[in-house]
Structures are given as structure tokens and as C-alpha cells.
């Protein structure tokens, strides 16, 4: 009896107040609130990160303090961080990709080739729809953005079209893609947390997705359409693609690579070897028809020069020696070393999230937020504010699809509400509102990738704004809000 009892003081002892779970979150909120007053656009390159391990110091030592020994604080920031360490991979992946993809010509090709089928007054809405289509196709915002993600930006900048509303609409379009594919890792997620069937969990996303999309086009066409300024005079246009043609051999060939890795996605082979084998074909393709390149590349005309030009686009990029300045500014990038502080970003966040969610912080301040539910209207919201702060806390989408679905699974059925509620909503919030956030692994990728800061494309990513906003007032309005007890007349539904 007496151990039993001493059993649950000690239980007790490490359950934290409301307090020690905020006080983590509130100096980190503060620390970074510091970071962007002083460094602005450049906080994501090393001042963030400083706050994120101070405040997972802090997290560590409320948490010893409420009885966890450091062994244990620290087995949760290494158990974070080796959540993320797939997407790492992914990333130095898609580092290496931009690089041989630059070199091998493909990049350029799209470029090239884009600037003269697309029309700038349609550009962003149009991005935004291709984006979606192959979102769709291949069930990742990663691929998508990664690909034509970073083509279409190169696109706008020889347009002369504004780069953060074209990243916002690259990202509302892939995430919409995303989140829509029944290929989608978070799309399967949600369903499965939940224990909804996957197809059904889809068909009742259609009533914020539709809508938030459909928006989100029409805005960006109206941008698109209202602006007379900044768009590249026919000169301008000209001479950028001529400079193309100097650096490069443009034409379809170039293109194998991104057929091959859109071929690979569909078939369903896993991320990181589909970008590691695209990142090897456009190496093979820079070394047979961009010799030139190559070799400027490797600074030399030995008989292994070819390689060591491709080489070196994997690990640091391409670096663009044409005497065009938009140019050698639009085609410098890419390589491994361009993800590393991303990487580090990410590792911080996750350190920070997996300490929190080790000390029990995490899961308090759910139960907070569920305390003062009275209404639908005001469970939706909680879950969507919820799932937002779990993106800043954790650092990491799955997180805050998997904690949160876990915490208010017993909330919607206590308020009469099908589990395909619960899944909807940690789509609408969870899995979108992770790309607005700078030190989120979403966040982090995208303004890497796209080469845009996360504050400022954030504006833009509309359609990843208003599909929250929809489904808090969707919440509300008691509509679309499926009751208990109609999954079974829907499963037979479909089999018929």
C-alpha cells in the first residue's frame, strides 16, 4: 500500500501547472519577438535557433524541478530531433537536386520555356493551379515545391512579378495538392489518428478545401490582373532569355530529370531516393550535355573534370557566371550546404518541442485550452488555435496533427461530432498553418527552397490562411458539422 502511494506522489510531483507549462513558451514567443525586432528577414539564420535551445534549457530545467532527472529532459530533445531526421535527408536531398537540376540545364529550360507560355497578368494564379495539379498527382508539398517550385520563381523574377506573392501562391497550391492526395503522408496521418477511413476523411475536407482554394485563385488573379507595375518590359525578357541560351543548351532533353522524379512520385517510391536518383540523372545529363557548364564548374579541363563539375553541384550548388546579373542571381543556388541552416533551424525547434512534450508541457496546455469549451463553435476554434501553437511549440506538422487529434478525440464525441470533424479540422489547422511559421520543419523548408523569408510570403499563402478561417466559422455556423452514428450509411454509400 505504502509503495503504491509512494508510486503516485511521485506521478504527481512531475504533473506540471498550467504555469510551468507557459513559462517555456512565453520567454520563447518573447525571444523570438527580440530576434525579428533586431536582425528582421535574417532572424531565421542563427538568432532564432539561440532562442529555440535557451528555451529548450529553460523547458529542462522546469521540468527537473517538477521531478525529471536531465537524462530524461535530454532523452525528449533527442527524441524530437530524431523525429525530423527523414525530412533532414529530404532536405539535403532537395539541396543537391536544385544544384544538378541547375547545371544539367533543366531549371534554366523551365524557365526558359515558362516565361513564354505563361502571361504575367495570369502568372500567380496560374502557378497556383499547377502547383495544385501536381500536388494532387504526387501527394507532396516538398516535391512540388522543391521542383516547380523553384522554377516558377525563376519564371517571376525574369517576368519581373513580385517573388513573395509568387511563393505564396507556389505554397497555397502545393499544400492544396497535399493535402487533398490520398498519397499524402498527412493526409494519412489525420485519417489514422482519428480512425476514419482515409477516402471518406477526404470527401469531407471538400467543404473548407473548395471553398479556401477557390478564393485564394480568384484573389490571386485579381492580383495578378490589377497590377500595371513591375512586370518586365519585352526587352528586358528578351535579353534574359538570351543569356539563358549563352549559359546553356536549352531544349526538352533537359526536362528528363523532372519527368523521371514526377514519374517516380506517382509510382509511390519514397521521397528521398525519388530526389536523390533525380539529383544523379540531372548530374548524368549536365556531364553529357552541358560540358561547358560542367567544366567552368569544376574550374578545370582535366579528363575528370565532368565529374568533379557535377560533384560539385550536389554538395554547393551551381554558380552562375553569366555576365547578366538577373541571371547569375537567379541560377546561383542550390547544393547541400544551402539546407544547412535550415537543418540547424529545425534540429533547434525539434529539441525545444521534444523537451516540452517529454515534460508533460505540451499536453497541459491542451487540456487548458479544452477547459473553457462550452460550444461546437468553440471546440473547432480551440482545435484550430491548437493545432496552430503546436506548429510553434513543436516545430513540427505531425505533431500537431497527431497530439491534438489524440487530446480532442473524447471532446467531439462528447459534443455529438463524427471523428471525420476532428480529422477535417487537423487538416485545416495543423497540416496548412505549418508553413507560416519560420522555425517549423514546413516553414523552414519552404523559405529555403523557394528563397523567401517565411514572414514574408506568409501573407500570401492565402489559401493556407483562409481554410482555418473557414473551418472556425464553418464551426460556428454548425455547418457541415457531421453528427455521430452516420459513418456506417456513408461507407455503404461509397461500396455502392
Known sequence: MSHTSSSESHHDSRTPSLLDALIPLLILIALLFLSVFFYGADSSYGPNQIALLLCAGVAALVGMKNGFTWKEMEGGMLHGMSLVFGAILILLAVGALIGSWILAGTVPSMIYYGVQMLSPQWFYAASCIICAIVGLSIGSSWTTAGTLGVALMGIAAALGLNPAITAGAVISGA????????????????????????????????WTTI?????????FAVIGLSSNTGHA????????????????????????????????????????????????????????FEPNATRQLAGGEGPLSLLKGAWHSLFDGY????????????????????????????????AFGGVMERAGFLDRIVNWA????????????????????????????????IIPGRMFREAFEGKGLHGLNLSRTLEDSGTITSVLIPWNTCGAYMSATLGIATFTYAPFALFNIICPL?????????????????????QDAEKA
Open 175 to 206: 499544400y492544396f495538392g497535399d493535402k487533398m492526395s490520398p498519397l499524402s503522408d498527412t493526409t494519412n496521418v489525420a485519417a489514422a489518428v482519428t480512425s476514419n477511413d482515409l477516402f471518406l476523411h477526404i470527401r469531407h475536407m471538400l
Open 211 to 219: 471553398p479556401a482554394f477557390t478564393i485564394a485563385l480568384v484573389v
Open 233 to 288: 518590359s519585352a526587352e528586358d525578357i528578351q535579353t534574359l532569355l538570351g543569356a539563358l541560351q549563352d549559359e546553356f543548351s536549352i531544349s526538352i532533353v533537359s526536362m528528363l530529370p523532372l519527368v523521371l522524379l514526377l514519374a517516380m512520385a506517382w509510382k509511390k517510391v519514397p521521397a528521398y531516393p525519388t530526389l536523390i536518383i533525380g539529383a544523379l540523372v540531372g548530374c548524368m545529363i549536365a556531364m553529357i
Open 319 to 350: 554558380k552562375s557566371t553569366s555576365s547578366n546579373e538577373a541571371v547569375a542571381s537567379l541560377l546561383s543556388k542550390g547544393g547541400m550546404s544551402s539546407m544547412l541552416n535550415t537543418i540547424w533551424l529545425i534540429i533547434s525547434a525539434m
Open 370 to 401: 479544452l477547459s473553457g469549451v462550452k460550444t461546437v463553435g468553440g471546440l473547432i476554434t480551440s482545435t484550430v488555435l491548437t493545432c496552430f501553437g503546436m506548429n510553434a511549440a513543436a516545430g513540427d506538422q505531425y505533431m500537431a496533427i
Open 470 to 490: 473557414l473551418a472556425i466559422a464553418y464551426g460556428w455556423l454548425h455547418f457541415k458539422q457531421m453528427p455521430l452514428g452516420v459513418q456506417q450509411p456513408l
